[in-house]
Structures are given as C-alpha cells and as structure tokens.
C-alpha cells in the first residue's frame, strides 16, 4: 500500500501541523534591578511624571509584540528588590526594547540598575517532545 494515506494518518498529520502552530514558543523573562538613592530620593510625583515621560513610552512602542509588568518586592527581601516580568513570541522585539530601556534615562542616568536577567519558555518541553520524539507514540 506504497503511496495510500489512511484516515490515521491524515488525522496524525493534521494534529501534528496543528500542534506546531499551537507550540508558537512563549518567552517569560524575569528582569531583576535595583532603584539607585538618586532614584529614591525623588518625590513620589515627580518619579511618575518620569516613568510617564520615559518608561510608559517606551513599553507602548513594543505593546503589539510585549507585555510587560512591573513588580516591588522590597517588602518581601532582606536586599532592594524590584522586578519586570516581560512576555513575548518575538525575541527580537525584546531584544530592541532591553537596548531602548538601557539607553532610557532610567538606566543611563543611572536611576536604576539591571542585576539579573532569567528567559524561560512556556511549555518549552512539549515542542521538544514534538520536535525531537515526534507524536509522544515512541518510547524513549
């Protein structure tokens, strides 16, 4: 039966093409920094006229391709803690937004400063599992 699909193996093709799309690979970036006491002794206003002025500019220029969330967590760490949590498909659009971020005011005046960053893939296993073990049907 050379050259004949079954209906088996149609469907199989089909969920695997499907799969693939659907494993679209999701980045979770951690960002950790530390606000400098040039940064702290600004007025509570006058630290929002900034980040409204430089930082919420710039994260409306990348909005189609990142989402990006600030967290404090100075009352949960014995040291100065503040993190971004940023997600994206598009590494690149990151990438260009990390440049933008470091030449911004914020860093390059030296406000803030980036101590750590982490990437992660959502799921990242399961387009491994598909890529590299094919349906998951193998043991291995």
Same mark, same amino acid.
């Given at each position: 039966m050379h050259g004949r699909r079954t209906i %088996? /193996? %149609?469907n199989r093709t089909i969920l695997n093409s499907q799969s693939r799309e659907e494993l679209t690979m999701k980045y979770g970036i *951690? !960002?950790?920094? $530390? *606000? $400098?006491p040039a940064w702290l002794q600004k007025s509570g206003k006058e630290r929002e006229q900034f980040q409204q002025e430089h930082i919420a500019p710039l994260i409306a220029k990348y909005a189609d391709?990142? $989402?990006v969330q600030h967290y404090d967590a100075e009352a949960f760490?014995?040291?100065p803690a503040d993190f971004a949590f940023v997600t994206t498909e598009d590494l690149r659009a990151y990438y260009f937004f990390v440049e933008e971020l470091r030449d911004s005011p914020l860093f390059a005046e030296g406000y803030a400063q980036i101590n750590v !960053?982490?990437?992660?893939?959502? /799921?990242g296993y399961r387009q491994f599992e598909e890529e590299v073990h094919g349906d998951g049907d193998d043991a291995h």
């Open positions: %088996t /193996d %149609t *951690f !960002i950790g920094y $530390t *606000f $400098t391709r990142l $989402t760490s014995a040291r !960053i982490h990437v992660g893939m959502a /799921d």
